[in-house]
C-alpha cells in the first residue's frame, strides 16, 4: 500500500483507507466482504485512471517528486548484474549523490551512471538529497572516459532537483565540472542512454540528460529550473509555482512536443511509485530496444545523430 498520498489524490487515500479498514474487520472476524473490498477496489482503479489521465503541470512535478518511485538504487538492483561502483572523480573525493559503474543489461557488459534523492531520511541526508557537487560530475566525466575507452554502452538515470548551489560546490567549479561533463557526452563515440527517471532540474540534470537517445518516464519533468525557483524570480514568492509549471512546459509530453526527449516511457495507472518493479521492467525493455538500434550505428553516425539532434533543438 503506499504510505504517502498526494494533495490531489485525497478521494483515493479515502478508498485505500476504507478498503484496508474493511480487511482487518475481515480477518478479525468471520464476516465474508470480499464482495464489498472488489467494488472499492474497483472504484480506486477508476478513479487513479480518470485522474492520471488529466495530470496538469503542476501535478506532474509533485509526481515526479513522490518519494516512493524507482530510485536510481532501486534500478540497479533489478536491471542490472553483477554491479560493481566506481567510486572518487580523482580529483578532490567522492560524491554520494552521483555514483556509477560498470554492470551488465541483459547479457551486455555496460557502464551506468545515475543520480539518486535517497528513500529515507538519513539515506537522503548522505545522497545529499540528489544535489551533486562538482566531483560528482569530475566522476562521470570520469566513468564516461572508461565506457568510451573499453567500447562500452554508457546508460545514464538523471532525478534531481538541480546542482548544490553551496558555497564550497561554488568555489571548487561546479559550472566548470557540469560543463566539461556535457563536452564530454557530446565526445563519446559509444552508444548513450539517458532516462529522466522523477525530476530533471538545471544545469545538474543535463549534465547527465545529453546522449544519442534521451528518454522520460510519463509523469517525470525536465525544466531549466523548479517552478518555486522560477515563482521566486518572477512574482517575487514561491507561491505561484503552479502557474510557473504552466508556463515552463516542462512535462514529458512537453518534452516530446519540442523534439527534446526521444520517447516517453509509459508508467502504471497510478505512476511508478505504485508498482516500481513493473515501471523499471518496462524502463528495461525500451532501454534493450534502444540499444540494439545505436549499436548498430557505426561511430561516426553516433556522433552525427547527437550533432543532428542538438543543433535541431530550438
Known sequence: MIKHFLAFEKQIA??????EELRHLSSSSDINIAEEIGKLQLTVSEKLKSTYSQLNPWQKVLVSR?????HFQDIIKNLFENYTPLSGDRNFSDDNALTGGTAFFRGKSIVTIG????????DRINK???????????????????????????IMFVDTAGAYPGKGAEERGQAEAIAKCIEKSLAITVPSISVITGEGGSGGAVALAVANNTLMYEHAIYSVISPEG??????????????AAEALKLTAQDMEKFKIIDEIIPEPIGGAHRDPISSINN???VLEKRLQELSSLSEEELIKLKESKYLEIG
Open 14 to 19: 479515502d478508498l485505500e483507507g476504507k478498503i
Open 66 to 70: 513522490h518519494p516512493e518511485r524507482p
Open 115 to 122: 543520480i539518486d534523492k535517497g528513500k529515507n531520511t538519513q
Open 128 to 154: 545529499n538529497f540528489g544535489m551533486a557537487r562538482p566531483e560528482g560530475y569530475r566522476k562521470a566525466e570520469r566513468l564516461m572516459e572508461l565506457a568510451n575507452k573499453f567500447s562500452m554502452p554508457l
Open 230 to 243: 522560477c515563482s521566486s524570480i518572477l512574482w517575487r514568492s514561491p507561491e505561484n509555482a503552479e502557474q
Open 283 to 285: 524502463l528495461g525493455d
